[in-house]
């Protein structure tokens, strides 16, 4: 018996056509999943280096060690997501919902994290370097490790730790 859903079918073939295009962009096709539902997905160390995840819903899921370089997930879900490793260089966030989610160790160099929410969220050892926080809101959020020095607009960010930087 096949227990594989119909969904878990197109999001496998999505995920292949953006390997093939990561490859060779001359073959496969970028992902885009955009207001998709994707809630409790585990999508462990894949690769959706500049995917489309405009308005996706995210909750619950796992992309531990993920490649999301580049991808715009602006406006997603991210509520209790857990990214911790992830490489989200460049990534576009703005907007995103990003509540209770594990982010240790990822990288968010030169990301656009504008507006952002952080409450809850694990944000140890994280590398902000570059990242625009322009009106995020650190309160709440387990913030150790992090150099906030680097970021765009810093000044417009609140919750910020007195000593970011131990």
């Given at each position: 018996m096949n227990d594989i859903s119909y969904m878990d079918n197109i999001l496998k073939?999505?995920?292949?056509?953006?390997?093939?295009w990561v490859k060779a962009s001359t073959q496969g096709k970028r992902a885009d999943l955009s207001g998709r539902s994707l809630t409790s997905v585990h999508l462990i160390g894949v690769n959706l280096s500049n995917a489309t995840l405009k308005g996706a819903d995210l909750e619950h899921a796992i992309l531990v060690d993920a490649n999301l370089t580049c991808a715009d997930l602006r406006g997603a879900c991210l509520i209790d997501v857990n990214?911790?490793?992830?490489?989200?260089?460049?990534?576009?966030l703005a907007g995103a919902q990003l509540t209770n989610a594990n982010l240790g160790g990822a990288?968010?160099?030169?990301a656009d994290l504008r507006g952002i929410i952080f409450g809850g969220t694990n944000l140890i050892g994280v590398n902000l370097d570059g990242?625009?926080?322009?009106?995020?809101?650190?309160?709440?959020?387990?913030?150790?490790?992090?150099?906030?020095?680097?970021?765009?607009?810093?000044?417009?960010?609140k919750g910020i730790p007195i000593t970011p930087y131990p």
């Open positions: 073939q999505v995920i292949d056509d953006h390997q093939l990214m911790a490793g992830a490489n989200l260089t460049g990534a576009k990288d968010l160099m030169n990242a625009d926080i322009t009106g995020c809101d650190f309160t709440d959020a387990i913030v150790y490790g992090v150099d906030f020095s680097t970021c765009i607009g810093w000044e417009q960010a």
